[in-house]
């Protein structure tokens, strides 16, 4: 007999009678031999709503209360379901992270998963009950709710099937696997059936929705078999996430992942010293703000800019702390720019195919797109566009490497 952690997205839980389909894709996981613990993100728009409510009271620096809010979907769709699997003939019983508990650090907004014990959870299971958990929440050494970043319910799955030794944990959501582009932009993109966890991790981290890259990290991490599927049709179709040692064989790239939340963010006349890097990431990090590809250019003697990338959520909250912090920075004035997109272009093959950046870069000046940025590790090239040249970016580097569902048979 197999366990199974099954994690369910907002789309999946959305409405009473997707409850009820659920129930019914539970039941089906039992009917096969296995024991399930189920994991529960909050219905559809509900966590925006309690975020904006708790944000319009208290717009600047997350606080406890702000979690004790934004927690409130998980639990609501966790009692739910539970009830629709006793309906459907089931033994259920919701859980909330404390009554496990999950434990994590005291970060608002953005706690790690520090501890879970599962012994409460063996208990319900030997019971012949299914627990259904709350995701995105956890538990502080002072007592307090926490929650961990949205999409945090992934992250929650994985290190429950950690801590219960699952055989292998299934992420639900409204799309049947992990596909080669945004099919929304990119018509012809194609369902891939394996993705290296490296790629994973580099696609959810670039912004692709599919995952919370702390999930994937955590599975990568801890060996957890992970598989991407959708809860919305019958097909047993998804997407498995396989050790990086079993894609070696796989095309150069496979994918392309695009970002429209984050803006373009520039430091002007910093003093051009030792250190200055440093006082920001020091700064930054200080005020929980992810700065990601900061590049330094010299513009006159002793000075430089300082570029780099933020969450659009973080704009105010950075020109308030870097304003806070402009004398020992020594910088003139911040330019902000929102009218960019980030294209990122990922695969196994850039580890030792040299060509391939020199591709991307051609392919997009064939389009007259120019580069604001680039930033290359082994396994992906991020750039920085502007967000008007996206369609046709995502369009030509996507027939560049073949990607598409037609000129994959046509090379097979």
Same mark, same amino acid.
């Given at each position: 007999?197999?366990?199974?952690?099954?994690?369910?997205?907002?789309?999946?839980?959305?409405?009473?009678?997707?409850?009820?389909?659920?129930?019914?894709?539970?039941?089906?996981?039992?009917?096969?031999?296995?024991?399930?613990?189920?994991?529960?993100?909050?219905?559809?728009?509900?966590?925006?709503?309690?975020?904006?409510?708790?944000?319009?009271?208290?717009?600047?620096?997350?606080?406890?209360?702000?979690?004790?809010? @934004?927690? =409130? #979907?998980?639990? *609501?769709?966790?009692?739910?379901?539970?009830?629709?699997?006793? %309906?459907?003939?089931? +033994?259920? $019983?919701?859980?909330?992270?404390?009554?496990?508990?999950?434990?994590?650090?005291?970060?608002?907004?953005?706690?790690?998963?520090?501890?879970?014990?599962?012994?409460?959870?063996?208990?319900?299971?030997?019971?012949?009950?299914?627990?259904?958990?709350?995701?995105?929440?956890?538990?502080?050494?002072?007592?307090?709710?926490?929650?961990?970043?949205?999409?945090?319910?992934?992250?929650?799955?994985?290190?429950?099937?950690?801590?219960?030794?699952?055989?292998?944990?299934?992420?639900?959501?409204?799309?049947?696997?992990?596909?080669?582009?945004?099919?929304?932009?990119?018509?012809?993109?194609?369902?891939?059936?394996?993705?290296?966890?490296?790629?994973?991790?580099?696609? @959810?981290? =670039? #912004?692709?929705? *599919?995952?919370?890259?702390?999930?994937?990290?955590?599975?990568? %991490?801890?060996?957890? +078999?992970? $598989?991407?599927?959708?809860?919305?049709?019958?097909?047993?179709?998804?997407?498995?996430?396989?050790?990086?040692?079993?894609?070696?064989?796989?095309?150069?790239?496979?994918?392309?992942?695009?970002?429209?939340?984050?803006?373009?963010?520039?430091?002007?006349?910093?003093?051009?010293?030792?250190?200055?890097?440093?006082?920001?990431?020091?700064?930054?990090?200080?005020?929980?703000?992810?700065?990601?590809?900061?590049?330094?250019?010299?513009?006159?003697?002793?000075?430089?800019?300082?570029?780099?990338?933020?969450?659009?959520?973080?704009?105010?909250?950075?020109?308030?702390?870097?304003?806070?912090?402009?004398?020992?920075?020594?910088?003139?004035?911040?330019?902000?720019?929102?009218?960019?997109?980030?294209?990122?272009?990922?695969?196994?093959?850039?580890?030792?195919?040299?060509?391939?950046?020199?591709?991307?870069?051609?392919?997009?000046?064939?389009?007259?797109?120019?580069?604001?940025?680039?930033?290359?590790?082994?396994?992906?090239?991020?750039?920085?566009?502007?967000?008007?040249?996206?369609?046709?970016?995502?369009?030509?580097?996507?027939?560049?490497?073949?990607?598409?569902?037609?000129?994959?048979?046509?090379?097979?």
């Amino acid at each position: 007999m197999a366990l199974n952690v099954l994690k369910f997205g907002g789309t999946s839980v959305a409405n009473l009678a997707r409850l009820e389909h659920v129930a019914q894709v539970v039941r089906q996981e039992m009917l096969n031999g296995n024991q399930v613990v189920v994991v529960v993100s909050a219905m559809a728009g509900i966590t925006d709503q309690l975020v904006g409510y708790s944000q319009a009271l208290c717009p600047h620096e997350p606080t406890a209360e702000h979690d004790v809010v @934004a927690s =409130a #979907g998980e639990q *609501v769709t966790a009692g739910l379901l539970a009830l629709a699997l006793k %309906k459907a003939g089931m +033994k259920a $019983r919701s859980f909330l992270s404390w009554q496990i508990p999950i434990h994590t650090d005291s970060v608002a907004t953005n706690a790690r998963i520090q501890h879970i014990s599962p012994d409460k959870l063996l208990q319900s299971l030997r019971q012949g009950e299914i627990p259904v958990v709350a995701g995105f929440q956890g538990l502080s050494t002072e007592g307090l709710i926490t929650t961990i970043g949205r999409g945090g319910s992934d992250t929650t799955a994985v290190a429950i099937a950690v801590a219960l030794k699952a055989d292998r944990c299934d992420i639900y959501t409204d799309v049947d696997g992990v596909y080669t582009a945004d099919p929304r932009l990119v018509p012809d993109a194609r369902r891939q059936d394996t993705l290296s966890y490296s790629e994973m991790f580099e696609m @959810a981290a =670039a #912004g692709a929705k *599919v995952l919370q890259a702390r999930s994937v990290e955590m599975a990568m %991490k801890h060996s957890v +078999k992970l $598989r991407v599927l959708s809860s919305l049709t019958d097909s047993p179709q998804g997407t498995e996430i396989v050790a990086d040692q079993q894609a070696v064989e796989k095309g150069n790239i496979t994918s392309i992942v695009h970002s429209l939340q984050e803006a373009k963010v520039t430091l002007r006349n910093l003093k051009n010293q030792p250190g200055i890097a440093a006082k920001l990431y020091t700064t930054m990090g200080n005020a929980n703000i992810l700065i990601d590809m900061m590049t330094q250019s010299h513009t006159r003697e002793g000075c430089c800019d300082m570029d780099g990338m933020i969450s659009r959520g973080d704009i105010e909250r950075f020109g308030e702390t870097m304003n806070q912090f402009r004398e020992g920075l020594g910088f003139s004035d911040i330019a902000i720019d929102k009218n960019v997109a980030k294209i990122t272009v990922i695969g196994i093959g850039l580890r030792s195919n040299m060509d391939i950046p020199a591709l991307i870069c051609r392919t997009l000046a064939d389009e007259s797109i120019n580069i604001h940025m680039i930033y290359s590790s082994e396994i992906k090239m991020s750039l920085v566009i502007n967000q008007q040249s996206l369609q046709p970016a995502l369009t030509g580097l996507h027939k560049v490497f073949r990607l598409a569902q037609s000129t994959q048979k046509e090379a097979a």
